[in-house]
């Protein structure tokens, strides 16, 4: 097929964000390409030694409205819209010369909205106007016009025009979408900032429009079930510690379930940041997490909660992944996932043994998780919530029942509190030693989920007596505490508020636990 080349022969560069622009504008200029540029940009070119035409002087036009006017004329856009072979006479008519390269990118509007105490006068005057139309006008002529919006984009180009002279029309057409996508995220930007924001300039949690831009990381061989299609779409900038960011080391290529359970696993462990911990997943639950002095210890003591589940489960870990756990991991089970912030070299070594065993790397954990938002799609709409990030310190959390925690207890407690928040509701967890000793998770009824944790525990041959028991809602009623007493929980932690706290509490009581009320719930669906 015919690449359909179009050589460069001039460029309007228009930049805010000057990385590589003299990389840029040097390779142009040894290729004999004409240059024209705005104010800032040309004179940064000028003190580089490079020749530039300044876009005053090309339209005849001077700069104004302190920069809200500089491209917006028809000399430069009937410079990018003109057609080759169609305008052509309209253009000698008009002095218009074609421009084949656009070089842009916008004023700082999404670096200035972050700012702490931003005004709406200075968020207005960060909204990019000539650029944006620029960017369309050549995009939208991109059978003729090259557009570059990413200055990670500039050497690639170079290389193709020197090498080539001329830039593909399929390589024009990726850039064309590309930087449509671009402006695409940069109005959303705006509108999602206009629109939460009241005219008292106080800024609202939700806007009226939302809209969000995720990018295509990769194609997935199915979604959820095999007669599902899937893809995987990441965010502009993912945070370290985050499947968005995550890079896969080896192994099969991953399934939208294995990322999901990932993530799961990532957002469980990262509740452990003291020590060395290690969380199982299966189909989006923990089945078994523990932290102890090392991670193999950790991992084994994860792995006895319930070794039945973890088989093909995902195993993630809070710390760089050495040689002993992954050789104990291999001894142990068969696992689809490994997830971790890091890996001794060692430790690749030994799941290299293993080619279908995906080995993720999420980068480090951040130890404070900034808010962020949680989406859900709906038929016809899209939940939108905080991430629940919050977690309290049990130490301060109301003491209800007659007997006070034991120091054991307590560090029980809000071990099981922590696991609970990731189990799906109705979540019970009992915990002891650091180590869960039965999940009981995604019941409709809370009781039947305390009797499935014993029910796990029992199988596991781990013993509950001494344990203690975190629930991610209030218990409606006293039956589900007269089930862990029966088990041998000695202490509950959960958030209280049901109409029948008094009750649960005097089960409680009955049975002399040690009970808390967190004031917080943690349902997760
Ligand atoms: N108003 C205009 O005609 C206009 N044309 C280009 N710009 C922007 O001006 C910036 C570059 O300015 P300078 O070269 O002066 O540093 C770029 O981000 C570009 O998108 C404009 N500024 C804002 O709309």
Known sequence: MAQNRVPIRRALISVSDKTNLDMLANGLSRLGVE??????TAKMLEQSGILVTEISQYTEFPEMMDGRIKTLHPRVHGALLGRNGVDDEVMAQHGIEGIDLLVVNLYPFEATIKQQGVTLEQAIE???IGGPAMIRAASKNHDRVTVLVNPEDYEEMLDELSTYGGISHANRHILAAKAF????????????YLSAINDTEEQEDFPRYFTKQFNHRSELRYGENPHQKAAF??????????????????????????????????????????????????????????????????????FATDPTSAFGGVLAFNQKLTAQVAETILEKQFAEVIVAPAYEDEALKVFATKKNLRVICCGDL????????MYKRVSG??????????????????????RTPTTQELTDMAFA?????????????????????????????RVVSARIASIKADDAGLKVPGSAMASDAFFPFRDGIDAAAQ?????????????????????????????IFTGMRHFNH
Not at 35 to 40: A, N, V
């Open 233 to 302: 779409y990441t965010e502009q900038n993912p945070a370290s510690g985050t499947m968005g960011h995550a890079w896969q080391i080896q192994g099969k290529a991953l399934s939208y379930n294995n990322i999901a359970d990932a993530d799961a696993a990532l957002s469980c462990v990262k509740e452990f940041n003291d020590l060395p911990a290690c969380v199982i997943v299966k189909h989006a639950n923990p089945c078994g997490v523990a932290t102890e002095s090392n991670l193999t210890l950790a991992y084994l003591k994860a």
């Open 126 to 128: 960060n909204i990019d």
């Open 181 to 192: 996508a671009h402006t695409a995220r940069y109005d959303g930007l705006i509108a999602n």
């Open 366 to 373: 951040p130890e404070h998780t900034k808010p962020w938002k």
């Open 381 to 402: 709409g899209l939940l939108v919530q905080d991430a629940d990030i919050e977690m309290i310190d049990v130490a301060q959390a109301e003491v209800v029942s007659k």
């Open 417 to 445: 509190w922590k696991v609970a928040k990731w189990v799906k509701s109705n979540a019970i967890v009992y915990v002891k030693d650091a180590q869960t000793i039965g999940v009981g998770a995604g019941q409709m009824s």
């Open 35 to 40: 240059i024209l540029s705005t104010g800032g």
């Open 487 to 515: 088990a041998g929980i000695t202490a509950v932690i959960q958030p209280g508020g049901s109409i029948r706290d008094e009750e649960v509490i005097q089960a409680a009581d009955e049975h002399d636990m040690a009970m």
